[in-house]
């Protein structure tokens, strides 16, 4: 009995040694994707040009001095453009560090399904790495050398994510959201877009997307209400009674609640919005207002600029707020039938915005 467990310990001893070892490459065997873009090639329709941003990993870490390869190549497909780009390199070009994603303005414009299936398929590529649009194209965007950056990369990530600018102009979306809202029905992808000028960043618009393809944008005033509907507790500031009155209110808490319902007459989309804010400046004409009058007239503000965007939203057949998908949520008999309903009623569609203003703070310091 002994003798046979010694005889398979020993061939399964065997077989390891003749198998082969992990795919594991060394640090200094690898280069470092940080960034990529992807962009339209003008009268060549079914080509795109990659750009890719590689980072090259080092010891010091000071402002302006994060080092790093910027270089493009074109190609049928993603795929072979990329590996025309790996023939340029003695090191294996390695997709897990790719922090962002950027996809030039005129790239969206037509059906970019194929980056979609692409960034799909590559598995190393990270969950949370962020998607964004490029203006006027992703190459420009990624060719810009910023003087804070420390990090190679992080110039960019940090405008979308929490622990850098605390009040944001725009909204981040990740690979798994942008997926998720792809595939789903009712809840539309967008895109942040990354203007360059002067070797510098501006990011406070958004592109909407009906799924796989650009249709319209907002302003930076829309990108913040459309924040406050997906998200509660958005910070930001609009200003109230142009131009002699003028003051403006910074929000420091807001909720959004948002319900549906169907009538004999079509579809009701009902927005509940509190607000909790102060006022930060005024105008001396506007030293007379009383705490109350000022509720009442930064209500009154938000609710028509919520209206307008709603109205936007619904003229460009757009759906990033998720009201479809909290449709079907609400009315789940016969989906099919249900979502038909819904598409042909949205744009249609009537909405009843009530607000609510509360200033904590409505005076100012005299000097």
Request: glycine letters at 6%; a positive charge.
């Amino acid at each position: 009995m002994k003798t046979g467990c010694y005889r398979i310990v020993l061939l399964i001893t065997s077989l390891n040694l003749l198998l082969s070892g992990c795919q594991f490459k060394d640090m200094d065997k690898r280069s470092f994707v940080t960034t990529m873009g992807i962009d339209h090639i003008p009268n060549r329709p079914d080509d795109v040009h990659i750009t890719m941003k590689i980072g090259i990993p080092s010891a010091k870490r000071s402002p302006g001095e994060a080092k790093f390869i910027t270089t493009s190549h074109d190609g049928p497909t993603i795929g072979e453009a990329i590996k025309s780009i790996q023939s340029l390199f003695d090191q294996e070009l390695d997709f897990s560090h790719l922090a962002l994603i950027v996809m030039g303005e005129a790239y969206i414009q037509q059906d970019f399904t194929q980056a979609i299936d692409w960034l799909t398929r590559r598995y190393e590529i990270q969950q949370t790495s962020l998607f964004a649009a490029g203006s006027p194209d992703a190459k420009t965007v990624l060719n810009v050398k910023n003087a804070s950056e420390q990090v190679y990369g992080n110039a960019l990530t940090l405008h979308f994510q929490k622990y850098g600018i605390s009040e944001s102009e725009t909204i981040g979306i990740t690979k798994s959201e942008f997926f998720n809202r792809w595939k789903e029905k009712g809840k539309d992808p967008f895109l942040p877009i990354i203007h360059v000028t002067d070797q510098k960043y501006d990011i406070n618009q958004i592109a909407l997307l009906h799924k796989s393809k650009s249709i319209g944008k907002l302003s930076p005033h829309e990108v913040q209400l459309l924040k406050m509907l997906m998200k509660s507790g958005n910070l930001f500031s609009f200003r109230v009674r142009e131009p002699q009155n003028a003051f403006v209110v910074k929000i420091s808490d807001s909720t959004c609640k948002q319900s549906i319902t169907r009538t004999a007459n079509g579809i009701v989309i009902t927005i509940h919005m509190k607000v909790t804010g102060s006022v930060s400046e005024r105008k001396k004409a506007s030293l007379a207002l009383s705490k109350a009058d000022m509720e009442k007239e930064a209500s009154a503000e938000l609710q028509h600029r919520m209206e307008k965007l709603l109205k936007h939203l619904q003229q460009t057949d757009s759906d990033p707020a998720g009201f479809g998908l909290r449709y079907r949520a609400t009315y789940r008999d016969g989906d099919a039938a249900e979502w038909a309903y819904w598409v042909r009623h949205y744009p249609k569609a009537t909405f009843d915005v009530v607000t609510e203003v509360h200033l904590t703070e409505s005076s100012v310091i005299k000097i």
